[in-house]
């Protein structure tokens, strides 16, 4: 899971660069599996990941401009042509040859490449999804060379949107337990596979896990108490609105 989540490690076993390699290996790995567990649970939306984005600028014929239409051109973006407005008239759509439309939420720029070379992040702006050139334009995109040659520019950004309130404390108490059930006598509080258990004549019926995963819950009441809070139609991923006019990105 490459998206980032915020860690309380408070209540994670203590491991240091002096630590065994295993034991720090096995507590990341249990912070990973909890970090992918919580995103797909909250509807797979939460969580800033690392993207790179080779965009085109488009290129508006101003001959057209005229009326209360907006002017539309043809782009190639991410493979897909598309049908894209230049300018802003009516809805406002953003793009020229000083910015480009970053398919969003954009969290944060991390760097922008041209020709190989990072520029100076004092050479363009942020508003937004929209990436402003700042005292000049953005350069054509050679599509058909490899990324970092002549001719070519990217961007690298976190997309997505900030884990809500919340969200270190869940991520520990789940990884505690993905930690504590890989370890040799560890009791972990994720429901077992079992359905009743008897004894003395007493039957106490047990929770069926595969009810609660197909709930999309973890049998942890206060991790399940803020899942639900975050996610209370049970989401399996976000709604995503397409259209033949829409520029694709959002």
């Known amino acids: 899971m490459s998206c980032l989540w915020p860690v309380d ?4 076993p203590d491991v240091e660069a002096t630590s065994a390699p295993e034991d720090i290996a096995k507590v990341q790995e249990a912070v990973d599996a909890a970090v992918f567990v919580l995103w797909s649970l909250t509807g797979r939306r939460f969580g800033c990941c690392p993207v790179r984005a080779r965009p085109c600028v488009p290129v508006c014929d101003t001959s057209y401009g005229y009326g209360s ?8 973006y991410g493979g897909v042509w598309q049908n894209v407005s230049c300018g802003c008239r009516g ?4 793009l ?3 910015v480009i439309h ?6 944060e720029i991390t760097a922008v490449t041209v020709g190989g070379v990072v520029i100076d992040p004092s050479s363009y702006a942020l508003e937004g999804n ?3 050139r700042v005292g000049g334009q953005w350069p054509n995109q050679d599509l058909q060379t490899h990324d970092g040659l002549a001719g070519t520019w990217s961007v690298d950004y976190t997309r997505g949107e900030p884990p809500p309130a919340g969200s270190a404390s869940m991520v520990g108490q789940v990884a505690l337990e993905f930690y504590k059930s890989c370890t040799p006598g560890g009791k972990c509080a994720f429901p077992k596979n079992v359905q009743s258990v008897t004894r003395a004549g007493v039957s106490v019926q047990m929770v069926n896990p595969v009810d609660v995963i197909n709930l999309g819950l973890t049998g942890i009441p206060q991790v399940d108490m803020w899942v639900q809070s975050v996610n209370p139609y049970r989401q399996r991923q976000p709604a995503v609105v397409s259209s033949p006019d829409f520029p694709g990105v959002v």
């Open 130 to 132: 929209r990436l402003y």
């Open 69 to 76: 239409g907006p002017v539309w051109s043809a782009l190639l």
């Open 9 to 12: 490690r408070t209540c994670l």
């Open 102 to 107: 970053l398919p969003g939420p954009v969290c």
């Open 96 to 98: 020229g040859p000083n």
């Open 91 to 94: 809805k406002c759509t953003t």
